[in-house]
């Protein structure tokens, strides 16, 4: 299996564009995590999907961040207009069914710079 | 879900058993114990997770009290490879809703020297 898959790896934009970060899950994977990564702020989660349907989104810091699941193999997490604070780096992670051991499986990133 | 309490580092020599403590003192009946690390530049990655019994596998063993309110992540011959911040986790295990979060806190970072 190839794991967690996430694209670009590193990305450097300009302020005020959008950026456009996209996650591929773990085939079979129910539940897919899109978390941010600070210095200032640790691991956050900014939201959740479980079959493709948003759970949770009360860790996505403003309308400017929006992410969606069109199917099961595919998500993206959007950010427009994009600012120097968005500068991080984005983790997305996926879990089969909770009931077993609720393991979250982590991508290895993409590194935004904002300038 | 509980709040989890971890010694901000630690180093320990290579080849040598690595005790990482944490504190859960406020956990409940129905919260699991999970420990992730992230070596440097990398995703988080799984190790262990336990309810009550200790618990082994083929990277770690998890030990924790009989009270539940701390446990020890157990590296038995660590490696410079094992280098990493450690993060211990308490997560309620029901099914489906907010409790699929992992509220990751500051971690400890392992040092593993030569």
């Known amino acids: 299996d190839a794991g967690v898959i996430q694209s670009p790896r590193h990305e450097v934009t300009e302020m005020g564009q959008e950026v456009t970060l996209r996650c591929k899950p773990i085939s079979g994977h129910d539940y897919l995590f899109w978390y941010r990564q600070t210095m200032m702020r640790g691991l956050e989660l900014l939201i959740y999907?479980?079959?493709?349907?948003?759970?949770?989104d009360s860790g996505m810091p403003e309308d400017r961040f929006s992410a969606k699941m069109p199917n099961a193999s595919f998500s993206t997490l959007k950010i427009q207009p994009s600012e120097p604070r968005d500068s991080a780096v984005y983790f997305c992670?996926?879990?089969?069914?909770?009931?077993?051991?609720?393991?979250?499986?982590f991508g290895p990133g993409t590194r935004l710079l904002v300038l | 879900d509980a709040k989890t309490t971890q010694p901000p580092s630690m180093d320990c020599a290579e080849g040598r058993a690595a005790n990482l403590p944490c504190n859960h003192s406020?956990?409940?009946?129905?919260?699991?114990v999970y420990w992730y690390r992230q070596i440097h530049s990398q995703g988080p990655q799984y190790i262990i997770h336990g309810l009550k019994n200790n618990e082994t596998n083929e990277m770690a063993s998890l030990i924790i009290t009989e009270d539940r309110k701390s446990s020890t992540l157990i590296l038995p011959h660590a490696t410079l490879r094992d280098t990493a911040v450690y993060y211990c986790?308490?997560?309620?295990?029901?099914?489906?809703?907010?409790?699929?979060?992992?509220?990751f806190g500051t971690g400890t970072l392992l040092a593993v020297q030569p």
């Open positions: 992670a996926s879990s089969p069914d909770p009931s077993a051991d609720g393991t979250q499986y």
């Open positions: 999907f479980n079959n493709n349907v948003p759970i949770d």
């Open positions: 986790i308490v997560r309620v295990a029901n099914y489906g809703g907010a409790t699929n979060k992992l509220i």
């Open positions: 406020t956990i409940s009946g129905n919260e699991y």
